[in-house]
């Protein structure tokens, strides 16, 4: 079985609150990427062992840590499935806050859900996916929501972006999310981001942030002047995604945002 494990992107991120387990409460909107993906292969075995090989981009991490083997060993603790062969076609940047990672190991729990027959409920596999991370569980819907908690906890939401061009760009540096965490100051915004997004595309610069952005910019000068750079060259509204590096922009106009394939192959019709 092959799956594309598409990224996301996130619209508008506040961070709420430092919660008494060490996790940090949120608000954000995740949307799918569809057009910027990995490719997860897995194919059943016939004894129990996990076999995993990276392909593409370099893999950052030893293979018993990467998150699909550990999507499959949690499968394989859960349900008592037999073994499974993975390979990861890794084409989306890690170290990006586009969720790359997080989407392959959601990817191998849907995927051995099928070729296993398991038949698990919706609930089930975002309560699976939950357990390998914050934002995993966005992949099991794949579809706007916005993702509160620690991002576990979703409600489908309408954002309408049809007519507009999505750039995705991915500085040379990286930021841990260990990194964007510890110069975060949580607040409770004024008012809600369910009700900022409702505002005209043109109004959200101004109005939707991401919490990440004042810490890391200050610390990684190079990725706020990407971030202006997009707006100088005419993005009707550019974010960093996530905890960062990658930034994102939507432009009104496609030659505007083909003049961006200079600096970047993530450009989008939606």
Same mark, same amino acid.
């Given at each position: 079985?092959?799956?594309?494990?598409?990224?996301?992107?996130? =619209?508008?991120?506040?961070?709420?609150?430092?919660?008494?387990?060490? /996790? #940090?409460?949120?608000?954000?909107?995740?949307?799918?990427?569809?057009? =910027?993906?990995?490719?997860?292969?897995?194919? @059943?075995?016939?004894?129990?062992n996990?076999?995993?090989? &990276?392909?593409?981009?370099?893999?950052?991490?030893?293979?018993? !840590?990467?998150?699909?083997?550990?999507?499959?060993?949690?499968?394989?603790?859960?349900?008592?499935?037999?073994?499974?062969?993975?390979?990861?076609?890794?084409?989306?940047?890690?170290?990006?806050?586009?969720?790359?990672?997080?989407?392959?190991?959601?990817?191998?729990?849907?995927?051995?859900?099928?070729?296993?027959? =398991?038949?698990?409920a919706?609930?089930?596999?975002?309560?699976?996916?939950?357990? =390998?991370? !914050?934002?995993?569980?966005?992949?099991?819907?794949?579809?706007?929501?916005?993702?509160?908690?620690? &991002?576990?906890?979703?409600?489908p939401?309408?954002?309408?972006?049809?007519?507009?061009?999505?750039?995705?760009?991915?500085?040379?540096?990286?930021?841990?999310? @260990?990194?964007? /965490?510890?110069?975060?100051?949580?607040?409770?915004?004024?008012?809600?981001?369910?009700?900022?997004?409702?505002r005209?595309?043109?109004?959200?610069?101004?109005i939707?942030k991401?919490?990440?952005?004042?810490?890391?910019?200050?610390? #990684?000068?190079?990725?706020?002047?990407?971030?202006?750079?997009?707006?100088?060259? &005419?993005?009707? /509204?550019?974010?960093?995604?996530? !905890?960062?590096?990658?930034?994102?922009?939507?432009?009104?106009?496609e030659?505007?945002?083909?003049?961006?394939?200079? /600096?970047?192959?993530?450009?989008?019709?939606?």
């Open positions: 079985m092959e799956i594309k494990a598409n990224c996301k992107i996130n =619209l508008g991120l506040d961070v709420l609150r430092r919660r008494e387990d060490g /996790y #940090h409460d949120l608000s954000t909107i995740m949307l799918p990427v569809e057009g =910027l993906y990995d490719i997860v292969s897995i194919e @059943r075995r016939e004894d129990n996990v076999e995993f090989k &990276g392909i593409g981009l370099q893999v950052d991490c030893p293979p018993e !840590s990467n998150i699909c083997v550990k999507a499959a060993r949690l499968m394989q603790e859960r349900y008592g499935i037999a073994g499974i062969d993975i390979t990861l076609d890794k084409r989306v940047p890690f170290g990006a806050g586009l969720g790359g990672g997080s989407a392959d190991g959601t990817a191998v729990i849907v995927g051995i859900n099928q070729i296993y027959g =398991l038949s698990l919706e609930e089930e596999l975002i309560s699976l996916a939950a357990e =390998l991370g !914050s934002d995993t569980a966005f992949f099991v819907r794949n579809t706007p929501q916005l993702c509160e908690g620690r &991002g576990e906890i979703m409600t939401v309408e954002v309408d972006l049809r007519g507009l061009w999505l750039v995705v760009v991915k500085p040379d540096e990286s930021v841990s999310t @260990r990194e964007a /965490y510890a110069g975060i100051t949580p607040a409770m915004p004024d008012t809600p981001l369910t009700e900022r997004i409702k005209p595309i043109g109004e959200w610069q101004q939707i991401n919490d990440f952005e004042k810490s890391v910019f200050a610390s #990684h000068p190079a990725i706020a002047e990407a971030k202006q750079q997009l707006i100088d060259m &005419g993005a009707t /509204y550019a974010s960093m995604s996530g !905890s960062g590096s990658a930034l994102f922009a939507l432009f009104d106009d030659a505007k945002a083909e003049k961006m394939r200079q /600096y970047t192959d993530y450009i989008f019709a939606l």
